[in-house]
């Protein structure tokens, strides 16, 4: 069963149909967004803002064991779901990524370059901007945006364009990509639906880009690995997402 069977039929193991969860949360969100675009005030896109955990780095830094060979950059760029909204420091993906690399032996860093709001055209816009900034180029870029996207139900050929732009940009400079995927919950409609769904699986075929198609799969609605928003995963459901990322970096990261 692919990750969309998956969402749309809800047949994850052990839990309930996690479209149904999605949609009835999306809901609100898209009012409200709907409400500040008519007229309202929405929030710019921030940089998360985690609060410390209590000997977070520390422990983290105590787990790692020794690592070998090349020192290796990664460059997380997306939204909220890589910034670890409502999460303390040391919990967002970025790290809890970084933490399984290094206890498998590499020699990797990552840079949270996620900010909670954005969008794909956001990405785009400050892609190039992040990378000349960085110095020496990553060897690898996560890429993951198009979630706000759907919130705010921009036509799925505008997010196809921009992260389409944003991976010339990559290919232009050579650095290779692992994509995480979204899918659009079934309250918008078939079309919607089928046209965003599209997206990840085409591009990362188009660009040769490793895809994890749904980056929110085995935990979105499972209450005990999601925030109180429904939307964004507690620092359990992180971790969970971690065990399935951080293989395909690890793999990618081993042919470089």
Excluded at 191 to 213: G, S
Aim: proline content about 7%; charged content about 20%.
């Amino acid at each position: 069963m692919t990750a969309e069977d998956e969402f749309m039929t809800g047949e994850r193991a052990g839990g309930r149909a996690t479209w149904r969860s999605y949609a009835a949360r999306a809901l609100p969100i898209q009012a409200a967004l709907l409400l500040a675009a008519c007229g309202g005030t929405a929030e710019a896109p921030v940089a998360n803002e985690s609060t410390a955990a209590p000997g977070a780095r520390q422990s983290a830094a105590a787990s790692n064991v020794p690592v070998t060979g090349p020192k290796r950059t990664v460059l997380a760029l997306g939204d909220s779901l890589y910034a670890g909204y409502g999460l303390r420091i040391g919990e967002s993906l970025p790290e809890a990524i970084e933490r399984r690399l290094r206890a498998g032996g590499i020699d990797a860093t990552l840079v949270n370059a996620g900010v909670s709001g954005d969008t794909s055209a956001g990405g785009r816009a400050r892609l190039a901007y992040t990378l000349d900034r960085m110095g020496r180029s990553p060897d690898l870029v996560l890429l993951g945006l198009g979630g706000n996207d759907v919130l705010r139900q921009i036509d799925p050929a505008q997010t196809r364009a921009n992260l389409d732009a944003m991976l010339d940009e990559l290919e232009r400079r050579r650095i290779p990509v692992v994509l995480t995927g979204m899918l659009a919950p079934p309250n918008l409609g078939p079309d919607f639906a089928a046209r965003f769904n599209a997206i990840f699986p085409e591009l990362a075929r188009e660009h040769d880009a490793v895809l994890d198609p749904f980056i929110l799969q085995g935990v979105l609605g499972n209450r005990r690995l999601m925030l109180p928003d429904g939307i964004h995963p507690n620092a359990t459901g992180v971790e969970r997402i971690a065990d399935r990322v951080a293989p395909l970096l690890a793999t990618r990261l081993r042919v470089l």
